[in-house]
């Protein structure tokens, strides 16, 4: 059974960078039959899309955080990560990795989230 | 603001069927995009409950249901359970801009 886990530290302080790891475990990330990607969640507010990794490496990012972000991959760990830099208060979120369909592109696999707190 | 519209809340007394709308446009589901929905459980991670359209994933409950037509897709629950009390999203493809997929603002179902 396939799970995703995320992993990173839950405070980061204002301008400095959020690093965030997603481990898959019983299954492969070179599985070509999904991409990998990052979601966020503020406190109280709806789902925001950061971003994707295909099984090669290719990525793509939401405009809006695109300049800030960039998502990798580490085959030998079975991980993906993420990267925000100079984050601000509205970086504050629950980060949740998740599983894609390449063929119907629904979310089929979610970790469980970790919450991120901008604060000095 | 999401390009697909939810209401912000819907209700419903258990044992009562409720329906919950996904209104996008022709660069999303008018476009031939699919619809899928997810239920978030309070405190919990998202969880997929329909996919492309109408198809539910091993283990949800044939009480949840799913269509598309045009440019709005809509979820439907019969025999409204307290467990169901949670949060509803559509999900699609869009088009427009940059391409990409989208989610709509969510949906707060209450069990009354």
């Known amino acids: 059974q396939v799970q995703l886990q995320e992993s990173g530290p839950g405070l980061v302080k204002p301008s400095e960078t959020l690093s965030l790891t997603c481990t898959v475990s019983?299954?492969?990330?070179?599985?070509?039959?999904?991409?990998w990607s990052w979601i966020r969640q503020p406190a109280g507010k709806g789902l925001e899309l950061i971003g994707r990794i295909d099984y090669s490496g290719n990525t793509k990012y939401n405009p809006s955080l695109k300049s800030r972000v960039t998502i990798s991959r580490d085959s030998s760990k079975n991980q993906f990560s993420l990267t925000l830099t100079s984050v601000t208060a509205a970086d504050t979120a629950v980060y949740y990795c998740?599983?894609?369909?390449?063929?119907?592109?629904?979310?089929?696999?979610w970790g469980r989230g970790t919450l991120v707190t901008v604060s000095s | 603001q999401s390009v697909l519209t939810q209401p912000p809340s819907v209700s419903g007394a258990p044992g009562q069927k409720v329906t919950i709308s996904c209104t996008g446009s022709s660069t999303n589901f008018g476009a031939g995009y699919d619809a899928h929905w997810y239920q978030q459980l309070p405190g919990t991670a998202p969880k997929l409950l329909i996919h492309?359209?109408?198809n539910r994933p091993s283990g949800v409950p044939d009480r949840f249901s799913g269509s598309k037509s045009g440019s709005s897709a809509s979820l439907a629950i019969t025999g409204l359970q307290a467990e169901d009390e949670a949060v509803y999203y559509c999900?699609?493809?869009?088009?427009?801009?940059?391409?990409?997929?989208?989610f709509g603002g969510g949906t707060r179902l209450t069990v009354l």
């Open positions: 998740a599983r894609v369909d390449v063929s119907f592109w629904f979310f089929d696999l």
């Open positions: 019983g299954g492969s990330i070179n599985n070509g039959a999904y991409y």
């Open positions: 492309d359209n109408t």
């Open positions: 999900q699609s493809y869009d088009s427009s801009q940059s391409g990409d997929w989208v």
